[in-house]
């Protein structure tokens, strides 16, 4: 039998039959003679409106052989076989991806044109779904035709409604076979069983991604095509969903809808009322398949899982570092915009984050609701106390995978791993030094920008470090906890007491890889460094002279351009001026007599730190500074320089007078003498006057001879 085609003007395209012409045009006019009786709603077909009586009737004559599922309509039927038997008949011509549905695979193309064939009337903003325009429609229009009869509250479709219903009424008709839990919607209870079968039907056009409902694939959506068609009209934030923007406002309202019944706190939404309410049940209903820790909620045990498998799925853009959580990427984003949005409401500082802000409000507070059951201590912040509490039980849960040593703060776990990676990854943008740590970087920084941020509540002195402030502090407090074993000596800090010991032990743990000399404190290992690398990291910035010592520089500052510095503190006694205070300090001593640092093995006092760790070089006989030409080795740089001047024959101090040179300031200074006739040094016995304190030393021996 031959076929006879009719053809289409609208289209041209060609139908078999002739009643088929009739359907196709309907297509084209849009006409649909065809209407429900029920809902009045209209149908070009009236097969359509055949199979949409069902969905009155609740009619479901074709059934699924493999999971019995029910379906109104035979071809909803043949879509639902596919996720069986996946079978997917449509692919790409572009990227060759197959698609159970000719509509997704529709809709998949709009990917690679970028095409938006859907358009909103009101604003104009064009979409490549029609699903995509219908949710945006609901941004314009208001209307909310349903009303709830119980609490007036009005929703924009009829399910929402009923929805509604069943959470006032707090029926759960639905429960699960698997753990019992109950619903109060169908649905509820099929996307439920979704997480013990871990089944995700929908997945993205785009990047593959696969979901269990739908309602979460369209909210991913969002994501690809970047729109955010909800703002807040107090600070103009745009959020992608509603219920986003509704939460937010919260915080400008502060309300708080959900409250727990058993102590009545108060939650901005119910995610944190239900995370909340495992406080007072101690309900852990997941537990890791590795390590068997349990946890209150999903999303933790989620987070947790990462440690082990060391996933990282977060990276950022601008140094492609890696995290394990995407809030943690947002706030690490602050470091490279320098955003602070949280300010303190008493001084106006800003901060980063939230808990930097809420730490910073106990300092004006000086609240510290946090306290050590052992030793009754008192701390502004929790974590603070359980690191304190470590020093009671002497745990470290944190080691070292390489070397096995072990730490009770995992940060410094941290900053010890990268002196086996060697891995410096801050950099100062002043001199472009590297840091292990940011920490580092940041106090590093205070050397160019002079800033001391920590001041003393006593007297008001301030330290570019919160250590230095510690350590200062317990100069007012005269505190000393830790005391010596063999000496009973009592020191403020562990680390003076450790150092200590080495007196008793004569122990030196450092030593140099270039010439093996061993150093009991690693700051004289440093020092001692530098005379084989030559490295001079301490610049004057009036004559550009470079020192390897901060101490050789200060020295430098001090003879060399002393009037070109500011004095602003005078001393009361002898008007004499000084450039910082701590230098005026140091200085009023003199007067006082003062000598409040002591020795640990002889007691000898000393009114200048300086100059007491000079004398405790006497006596563990270390002299870290050596002669390159003869090996003379000497216990201060100091005396290393006046040394090398025998061999230089360098006399820099010459007299204004006579021209005459010497190698020593000091010696200047009592040749001066010669020319001004001045003798400070009188005799008590006698009252002759010297020139010299050595002569006056030899003068006194005539009196110790002629007593009898």
Do not use: W
């Not at 959900?258 to 309900?283: D, M, P």
């Not at 700051?523 to 910035?541: G, I, W």
């Amino acid at each position: 039998m031959d076929m006879k085609f009719f053809t289409s003007e609208d289209s041209g395209k060609a139908i078999s039959e002739k009643n088929n012409v009739s359907v196709h045009l309907c297509a084209h006019t849009i006409e649909k003679p065809f209407s429900c009786s029920i809902c009045n709603k209209h149908f070009s077909q009236k097969r359509y409106l055949m199979n949409h009586y069902r969905i009155h009737a609740n009619e479901k004559p074709y059934s699924c052989d493999v999971c019995n599922k029910q379906f109104s309509r035979k071809y909803g039927l043949k879509l639902h076989l596919r996720t069986h038997t996946n079978e997917k008949p449509y692919s790409c011509d572009v990227c060759y991806k197959k698609f159970s549905k000719k509509g997704a695979l529709t809709r998949h193309y709009l990917v690679h044109t970028d095409e938006k064939p859907y358009s909103c009337d009101v604003c104009n903003k064009t979409f490549s779904r029609k699903f995509g325009l219908k949710l945006h429609l609901r941004t314009h229009t208001t209307e909310k035709p349903h009303s709830c009869d119980v609490c007036y509250k009005k929703f924009s479709k009829k399910g929402a409604l009923t929805r509604h219903y069943l959470v006032n009424t707090d029926e759960k008709p639905y429960s699960c076979d698997v753990c019992n839990k109950q619903f109060s919607r169908k649905f509820g209870l099929k996307l439920h069983l979704r997480t013990h079968t871990n089944e995700k039907p929908h997945s993205c056009d785009v990047c593959y991604k696969k979901f269990s409902n739908k309602g979460d694939l369209t909210r991913h959506y969002l994501i690809h095509t970047d729109e955010k068609p909800y703002s807040c009209d107090v600070c103009n934030k745009q959020f992608s969903r509603k219920y986003g923007l509704n939460l937010h406002l919260r915080t400008h309202t502060n309300e708080k809808p959900y409250y727990c019944e058993v102590c009545s706190k108060q939650f901005s939404q119910r995610r944190f009322l239900n995370a909340h309410n495992h406080i007072h049940t101690n309900e852990k209903n997941y537990s890791c398949d590795v390590c068997k820790k349990e946890f209150f909620l999903k999303s933790s045990l989620i987070t947790h899982s990462r440690t082990h498998r060391n996933e990282k799925p977060y990276s950022c853009d601008l140094c492609n570092k890696q995290f394990s959580l995407k809030n943690t990427l947002t706030k690490h984003y602050r470091v490279h915009t320098n955003e602070k949005p949280y300010s303190c409401d008493v001084c106006n500082k800003k901060f980063s984050y939230k808990s930097a802000l809420s730490k910073h409000f106990l300092t004006h507070t000086n609240e510290k609701p946090y306290s050590c059951d052992v030793c009754d201590k008192k701390f502004s912040y929790k974590c603070v106390l359980s690191k304190h509490f470590l020093t009671h039980t002497n745990e470290k849960p944190y080691s070292c995978d390489v070397c096995n040593k072990r730490f009770s703060q995992k940060r410094s776990l941290n900053a010890h791993f990268h002196i086996h990676t060697n891995e410096k990854p801050y950099s100062c943008d002043v001199c472009s030094k590297q840091f292990t740590l940011k920490a580092y970087l940041n106090t590093h920084c205070r050397t160019h920008t002079s800033e001391k941020p920590f001041a003393c509540v006593v007297c008001n002195q301030q330290f570019s470090q919160k250590g230095s402030l510690k350590k200062h502090f317990l100069t007012h407090t005269n505190e000393k906890p830790h005391s010596c074993d063999i000496c009973y000596k009592q020191f403020s800090k562990k680390s003076d007491l450790t150092r200590h010991y080495r007196v008793h032990t004569n122990e030196k743990p450092y030593s140099c890889d270039l010439c093996n000399k061993q150093f009991s404190r690693k700051h004289f290992l440093n020092e001692h460094l530098r005379t084989h690398t030559n490295e001079k990291p301490y610049s004057c910035d009036i004559c550009g002279k470079k020192f390897s010592q901060k101490s050789s520089f200060n020295t430098h500052y001090i003879h060399f351009h002393s009037n070109a510095v500011e004095k602003p503190y005078p001393c009361d006694v002898c008007n004499k001026q000084f450039t910082t205070k701590a230098n005026l300090t140091t200085h009023c001593r003199t007067h006082t007599n003062e000598k409040p640092f002591s020795c640990d093995v002889c007691n000898k006092q000393f009114s200048q730190k300086s100059s007491l760790k000079k004398h405790c070089l006497t006596h563990t006989n270390e002299k870290p500074y050596s002669c390159g030409i003869c090996s003379k080795a000497f216990s201060r740089k100091y005396g290393l320089n006046l040394h090398f001047r025998t061999h230089t024959d360098e006399k820099p101090y010459s007299c204004d007078l006579c021209q005459k040179q010497f190698t020593q300031k000091n010696f200047l200074n009592v040749h001066l003498r010669t020319h001004t006739k001045e003798k400070p040094y009188l005799c008590n016995v006698c009252g002759k006057e010297f020139s010299q304190q050595s002569s006056l030393s030899r003068h006194f021996h005539t009196h110790a001879i002629e007593k009898p």
